[in-house]
Each structure stands twice: as structure tokens, then as C-alpha cells.
Nanobody
Framework: VQLVESGGGLVQPGGSLTLSCAMSGKIFYIYNMGWYRQAPGKQRELVALVSNDGTPNYVGSARGRFIISGDNAKKTVSLQMNHLQPEDTAVYFC?????????????WGQGTQVTVSS
């Protein structure tokens, strides 16, 4: 199973950015898809998750600013980030809670850098 992110980059404060993640491999079922982030010197933290039925869940400052959407058929998840602030600077990781040949597993992408700076 592979998770590949795209869409990171440099954006000015107040700007927007959309991250995308495509999953591939022997995926029989996706329980949850989502995004985590890790800022320098900090622990990885959950940003948002979307369950198989499409229910989104946001954590902390993502609530009200970010929009997560998942497509189980296409095995993709995206994160639209609005009103970005310097504190949103981090490496963003795609996450999938997935049923594979070996059962239920957690899978991660390699990460994509988001930098918010003027």
C-alpha cells in the first residue's frame, strides 16, 4: 500500500492551499482517511479525519478553517486549508486506516512540507 501526497508549498499568511493524497495497492476497505502534521520540535498531531461514511472530524485550529474530503472509490483524500497562519507550518502526512490482505493497518504517506510565511 502506498500513500502519496501532493500540493504542499510556500504560502503567505491568510492564504490557502489544498493538499491531496492518493492511495494505491491492495486496499479492500478504508475505515478512515486523514491528515496529521508535525512542526519542527513538536510531536505529530492529528489535523482532520474523514470516516468511510464521509463524516469529517477536525481537531483544534483546523476547525472552521480546513475542509477535508475523501473519495473511497478513488482512494483519495484532500485537505483544503484556508486562512493559513505561520503556526500551520509543518510537514503534513496523509493517513489511512485500511483493511489489506493482512487485516486492518495504519498507513502513512511520506509527508509534504507546508510553509506559511511572508
Amino acid at each position: 500500500v502506498q500513500l502519496v501526497e501532493s500540493g504542499g508549498g510556500l504560502v503567505q499568511p491568510g492564504g490557502s492551499l489544498t493538499l491531496s493524497c492518493a492511495m494505491s495497492g491492495k486496499i479492500f476497505y478504508i475505515y478512515n482517511m486523514g491528515w496529521y502534521r508535525q512542526a519542527p520540535g513538536k510531536q505529530r498531531e492529528l489535523v482532520a479525519l474523514v470516516s468511510n461514511d464521509g463524516t469529517p472530524n477536525y481537531v483544534g485550529s483546523a476547525r472552521g478553517r480546513f475542509i477535508i474530503s475523501g473519495d473511497n472509490a478513488k482512494k483519495t483524500v484532500s485537505l483544503q486549508m484556508n486562512h493559513l497562519q505561520p503556526e500551520d507550518t509543518a510537514v503534513y502526512f496523509c493517513y489511512g486506516d485500511i483493511r489489506t490482505t493482512w487485516g486492518k493497518e495504519a498507513h502513512w504517506g511520506q509527508g509534504t512540507q507546508v510553509t506559511v510565511s511572508s
